[in-house]
């Protein structure tokens, strides 16, 4: 069990048997929501997913029967969707989930339309909608861009529009604005999740991180890390980084949250990690994966871990979950 007793049970109570519309469900944190959804015996009345391109993942039909599923590419879906809500919300509260493009920016930023289309229209249009009753928008931690050292829900950001991934950070940066001043004036429950490093329960296409290029490379002979060996990061399970949100929904006041890992860990020894899970070699390069990446970043957690009664001592070790993230592929 991975959140206090009376936490789950009001988090079971806050999603069980209403809509659910979850955006980016075939994301790093879409499956993750579908596996704690599932884990927990959470089953909303109705769910509306929506994906960029793809056919919904199968563990979404082991979560609800009713499903609805738009893609954000087609026009005609996109269009659906207006009806669709508007169909949901007559019906009950409905609970939203905002996670389109966690986990992906690359293949976002090589369509920049599609990343303020994702954040910001698609975000605005939720403003005309009746009977929305929580709102959760995934942004990133890619917000601290340019601080090194230790990082709170109170640190000054400092990325510049003008950073190679500015189209992406300051869209994530709007959204947040547009949740806590726009939305939060017509939804009752409403926050913003600066979520950092949560890998995805089976390893997805598309995903370009670090982490992900690590596999990749492994399962091709040999776990290749192109520079920063020494940079320190702190990842998360994608699950638990998942149920932290959905209880925080349920249980918390705040309307901003970081929300991190306790997996602390070189890039270097990560990398020899994944190469003792696969059991192949290893090949650590010697320039720089990004001059302007910190070489060390420490996202303080305990907001989340307080107000979703998160109980970090029953996680298990990186290892086991990353084992199970690659045996799931």
Not at 66 to 76: E, P, Q, R, Y
Not at 152 to 180: C, H, M
């Amino acid at each position: 069990m991975m959140i206090i007793s009376s936490f789950r049970k009001k988090m079971y109570e806050f999603y069980n048997d209403k809509p659910l519309i979850l955006e980016g469900a075939n994301g790093s944190l879409g499956l993750s929501f579908a596996e704690i959804l599932f884990e927990e015996k959470i089953i909303p009345s109705l769910i509306l997913l929506t994906t960029y391109s793809s056919d919904i993942n199968p563990i979404w039909h082991k979560v609800c029967s009713n499903i609805f599923h738009i893609k954000n590419v087609n026009d005609l879906d996109f269009q659906k969707r207006n009806e669709i809500i508007k169909g949901f919300s007559s019906k009950s509260v409905v609970n939203v989930i905002f996670a389109s493009g966690y986990g992906q920016p690359n293949k976002f930023l090589n369509d920049p339309f599609s990343v303020i289309e994702a954040n910001i229209l698609t975000l605005l249009k939720y403003s005309q909608y009746k009977n929305i009753g929580s709102f959760a928008y995934i942004s990133t931690s890619e917000i601290y861009a340019g601080i090194d050292g230790d990082i709170d829900e109170n640190s000054d950001t400092k990325s510049k529009p003008q950073n190679s991934r500015g189209i992406y950070i300051e869209s994530k940066r709007l959204a947040e604005a547009i949740v806590a001043n726009i939305l939060s004036n017509k939804i009752n429950r409403t926050a913003s999740f600066r979520v950092a490093l949560a890998f995805p329960p089976r390893c997805i296409e598309g995903d370009t991180r670090v982490l992900a290029d690590l596999i990749s490379s492994g399962k091709k002979g040999v776990v290749t890390l192109n520079g920063g060996a020494e940079y320190i990061r702190q990842y998360q399970f994608g699950p638990n980084a998942a149920i932290k949100i959905l209880s925080a929904m349920a249980n918390g006041k705040s309307t901003l949250y970081n929300n991190s890992g306790s997996h602390i860990i070189t890039l270097g020894n990560l990398a020899k990690l994944i190469s003792k899970i696969l059991d192949v070699e290893l090949d650590i390069k010697s320039n720089l994966i990004d001059a302007s990446a910190p070489v060390s970043v420490i996202i303080n957690h305990d907001l989340i871990n307080s107000e979703s009664g998160y109980l970090k001592e029953n996680e298990k070790s990186l290892e086991e979950y990353l084992m199970k993230a690659i045996e799931s592929e």
